[in-house]
């Protein structure tokens, strides 16, 4: 079964300081990448995705990830965070074309952006 | 877009009660997905529809949950008899096809006392 892996469980950064947060999952064939980002209090909005491509994704709010095949990870960065990132982010699978339509999402991280 | 409906936004019932939570999809997705969050488990997908017809349920915790969709514009979630570890926050989510992404409602918080 796929199954996503987060790291981190919570992060502390101050503002300015470069964001990375690690996804791992496990499937050995073509998946689609999504990283989601819950603020306080709201629904889960999603960031970006891969589907297939260049395997450096650019989503909002300058947010980037990068798809590694090799390593099976997705990890999500960003240059200089701001207090206004504080929030929750997932990050989720897919197999495309799969019976399984649903995405596997992993526990996610907590990221706290100190002002 | 209107975009994902859900209600009501809170809910607050005492255990026993049974509680029916409300979702309006995307119009024109065919895929709709109940989650539920709390601080425990993180969030987990309850049962996912695809063309009004239920394709996983494995998530259901038991038999007290139930779902449908009765039309391409509306689906329930309920949960009878309710118990307070029920207490959660509920989403529906909805996407074009299984494997899209999937666009959240503002959810339900649930608590049951």
């Known amino acids: 079964a796929q199954s996503v892996s987060q790291h981190n469980h919570h992060v502390i950064l101050s503002e300015a300081a470069s964001l990375e947060l690690g996804c791992n999952y496990s499937?050995?064939?073509?998946?689609?990448l999504f990283w989601y980002v819950q603020y306080p209090g709201q629904h889960l909005q999603l960031l970006l995705k891969?589907?297939?491509?260049?395997?450096l994704v650019k989503g909002i709010k300058g947010f980037e990830a990068e798809f590694i095949k090799s390593k099976f990870s997705f990890n999500l960065r960003k240059p200089s965070v701001q207090w206004s990132d504080t929030a929750e982010y997932f990050c989720?699978?897919?197999?495309?074309?799969?019976?399984?339509?649903?995405?596997?999402f992993g526990k996610g991280t907590k990221l706290s952006v100190k002002p | 877009d209107a975009g994902v409906i859900q209600s009501p936004r809170h809910e607050v019932t005492e255990m026993g009660q049974e509680v029916t939570l409300r979702c309006k999809p995307i119009?024109?997705?065919?895929?709709l997905f109940w989650y539920r969050q709390t601080m425990m488990r993180g969030l987990e997908l309850l049962i996912y529809?695809?063309?009004?017809?239920?394709?996983?349920d494995s998530g259901m915790p038991e038999d007290r949950f139930s779902a449908k969709m009765p039309n391409a514009s509306f689906s329930t979630l309920k949960i009878q008899p309710s118990e307070p570890r029920d207490s959660a926050v509920y989403f529906c989510?909805?996407?074009?096809?299984?494997?899209?992404?999937?666009?959240f409602g503002d959810g339900t918080r649930l608590s049951i006392l």
């Open positions: 989510a909805s996407s074009f096809r299984g494997n899209q992404p999937q666009h």
């Open positions: 499937y050995g064939g073509t998946v689609n």
């Open positions: 891969y589907f297939s491509g260049d395997p």
């Open positions: 989720a699978v897919n197999v495309p074309g799969g019976s399984q339509g649903n995405l596997i």
């Open positions: 119009s024109g997705h065919n895929s």
């Open positions: 529809f695809n063309n009004n017809v239920p394709i996983d």
